[in-house]
């Protein structure tokens, strides 16, 4: 073929004529022949930027024939050899398949949205030494026009029943219900609801009138029924109307909390119960439910609830290639290619998920848009190869075919080489982030990126060169086992292109039509203004629920609880080390009250045991001599740290004032000593955002 030295790979493909060399960027005819040279006005400073503009130039084809070559040759090798390429990429997709193995789906809130090297990690990691989280929080959200009414305290008791009845396999002998499996204070478990005013008593809610419910809410003090400890109506309350005199009228939901431990599998055993009975609920109830392994549970169910649409909009994804990247006739339509075309998209989703999971990163709610994305770059490469092949010059097509191959990737390899680069750039760069959820993503892009650029180049080609040695076969394009015959004759109207009639007769003149000039130009001007106008208005602000994906019980739940429980907020801590409590009493006695002065504090919020401790030895009027001995009688304080530990380890959370607290405090018992030197100790309080 040296007649064809045009396409070798070694030469540049644009071919320059002798005339065009002689000539520089005005037009000067350069060689010292006997034409005698013009002047045309061309100042120093002139020629010298023309001359480094040249420069560039051929730099810039230089490095582009370079690029050019490569490409060629891997054409050439894929034409001669595609069974090779197509066995390359297929080892692509299997060689980082072990990374799956590493594959975890996160769905800690702190661990997808929080910078792991701040001050706030630094802090949990501390809080969860001082005080391991052995509380699972379960929930039941009552919603009715007016909940205080007897009707919904009765039916809410009904409800309390049922899911206290639950029953799970501790082992293989022995059931536990929610009495074993409660986090205890004290004797009692530990939970929160309205009728605890009323200690569950079945047969005194049931002997309740509208009116009795109404004025229960309103008693001041409201204390337990159970424990006699205050309770804070309208923290169990949402939704609630007052009278002009603050008295409480009405709520329209009331919740009732449920604390179980620890993480083990028949405690996830009763919170898969507890759903199911809160679904179900009790007629003429509207529950909504949550659980400790619902955000869990979710966020694992939403990568299996898109796989309807996914299949869906690769279905139809599927149905445009055949319709666009061939001809409508037996010989050259292309629907293995594009079937073909979508697996190499699934392959590339793998390459991302498994090689990213070998760096140890995490599958969070970003990464559901990943094989959208990926779908829609991978179709966009099998287009530009398509293309390329299309659109080979009638010289390139007499060519044999290892080397219209060749051609074709040398002209397609370039383009999707330099979006491939760019876009696998700019995912690289998002890996600097601080958001960890956001730098997986970015990690999980750029893999799978990379892994279809690697497809297109092998896989995809080697199988479009495998369909056009049968289309130049006669062989037909569904089953390549029949043989159309030597006269067969495609029907006219499959070799005519009405995507390029469209835009050629159609499209293009209409553009050309001085009013649509005009309608564009305000078109763009006003998506323009748009754009600017929505920029100025964004506001920042995040919020967990929106990675919640809708349509499910969780999302509901928590719609629920911002309607009609806006203002308690987030609860967090403050958390003590080793310090003198006894000798700083003064001044952490003075921090809940600093604290509520902090904006985004909700007020009344704090609740912190060393209150309640002394406001209970200020009011102690037993006769207990083993607690008046050790306080003084004026200003009942203890009398020194010894009595203070002593007291309120051994006397005040004993108490059923006191019970709700023993949480709050981690003693460090020095083996049968009752004197403990050093403690932690924590002030919890709700923050609002």
């Given at each position: ?6 396409f ?34 061309v ?17 810039s ?13 891997l ?20 060689l ?93 478990c530990?939970?929160?609801?309205i ?48 009278d ?40 003429g ?43 409508f ?27 990213a ?14 094989p ?34 060749g ?83 495609p ?130 009027a ?17 009398t ?50």
């Amino acid at each position: 073929m040296s007649e064809n030295k045009g396409f070798e790979p070694d030469q540049p493909q644009n071919d320059v004529s002798a005339a065009s060399k002689d000539k520089n960027a005005n037009g000067v005819n350069e060689n010292p022949g006997d034409e005698p040279r013009t002047e045309v006005g061309v100042d120093e400073d002139d020629s010298r930027n023309a001359c480094n503009c040249a420069c560039l130039e051929k730099c810039s084809n230089f490095i582009t024939s370079k690029i050019e070559n490569v490409f060629y040759r891997l054409g050439v090798f894929t034409g001669t050899y595609p069974w090779a390429t197509i066995l390359i990429g297929i080892a692509l997709f299997l060689l980082p398949l072990p990374g799956y193995a590493f594959f975890y789906n996160e769905s800690d809130e702190a661990k997808l949205w929080v910078p792991q090297n701040s001050r706030a990690i630094e802090d949990r990691d501390q809080s969860m030494i001082w005080f391991p989280s052995l509380l699972r929080v379960e929930q039941a959200l009552i919603v009715s026009g007016n909940v205080l009414t007897a009707d919904t305290m009765q039916k809410a008791l009904d409800l309390d029943i049922n899911i206290k009845a639950i029953q799970v396999n501790y082992n293989v002998t022995v059931q536990w219900t929610y009495a074993n499996l409660c986090f205890k204070s004290g004797p009692f478990c530990l939970e929160n609801s309205i009728l605890e005013a009323w200690d569950w008593d079945e047969a005194t809610i049931d002997a309740l009138s509208n009116s009795d419910v109404e004025a229960k809410v309103n008693e001041d003090p409201l204390l337990s029924g159970q424990t006699t400890a205050p309770m804070n109506a309208e923290s169990l309350l949402g939704g609630v109307t007052e009278d002009a005199s603050n008295v409480i009228t009405g709520a329209r939901a009331m919740i009732m909390t449920y604390y179980v431990g620890p993480d083990e599998d028949y405690v996830l055993d009763w919170e898969d119960a507890f759903l199911d009975v809160c679904k179900t609920g009790v007629p003429g109830l509207e529950v909504y439910r949550f659980a400790q392994k619902s955000p869990t549970d979710i966020g694992t169910g939403a990568v299996w609830d898109d796989a309807p649409f996914l299949f869906a909009g690769y279905g139809l994804v599927f149905l445009f290639l055949c319709a666009t990247l061939g001809k409508f006739n037996a010989r050259l339509h292309k629907v293995w290619l594009g079937l073909a075309g979508i697996v190499c998209v699934g392959f590339s989703i793998s390459i991302s998920f498994s090689s990213a999971s070998l760096f140890q990163l995490d599958y969070g709610p970003l990464h559901s848009v990943l094989p959208f994305l990926l779908l829609g770059i991978g179709v966009d490469d099998m287009f530009v190869f398509v293309s390329a092949w299309d659109n080979l010059s009638p010289a390139e097509q007499l060519l044999p075919l290892r080397e219209r191959i060749g051609a074709m990737t040398r002209h397609a390899g370039v383009s999707i080489l330099i979006t491939s680069l760019t876009d696998f750039a700019a995912f690289l760069i998002g890996v600097t982030t601080i958001i960890p959820a956001l730098r997986s993503f970015c990690v999980f892009a750029a893999m799978g990126i990379l892994g279809i650029f690697l497809l297109t180049l092998m896989l995809f080609s080697g199988l479009l060169t495998y369909d056009q040695l049968r289309a130049e076969k006669n062989r037909d394009a569904c089953c390549c086992c029949i043989y159309l015959g030597d006269d067969y004759k495609p029907n006219s109207c499959s070799e005519q292109s009405f995507s390029e009639k469209v835009f050629d007769q159609y499209i293009a003149r209409a553009l050309l039509w001085t009013p649509m000039k005009i309608a564009v130009i305000v078109v763009t001007v006003g998506l323009l203004a748009t754009g600017i106008a929505g920029t100025a208005m964004i506001e920042q602000d995040f919020g967990l629920n929106w990675f919640i994906p809708e349509g499910n019980y969780l999302y509901e739940y928590l719609e629920k609880s911002e309607d009609y429980f806006p203002g308690d907020g987030d609860e967090a801590y403050v958390l003590f080390g080793e310090i003198d409590y006894y000798g700083n009493v003064d001044k952490l006695e003075t921090l809940p009250g600093d604290l509520e002065e902090v904006s985004g504090v909700a007020k009344d919020s704090t609740d912190f045991y060393l209150t309640s401790f002394y406001d209970w030895l200020d009011t102690y009027a037993g006769g207990d001599t083993d607690i008046t001995s050790r306080i003084d009688p004026t200003t009942k304080d203890p009398t020194d740290e010894a009595n203070f530990i002593y007291l309120l380890k051994d006397k005040f959370l004993l108490e059923d004032v006191g019970k709700a607290y023993t949480s709050d405090i981690n003693f460090n018992d020095a083996g049968d000593a009752i004197t403990v030197t050093t403690y932690l100790s924590r002030l919890p309080f709700n923050y609002k955002s």
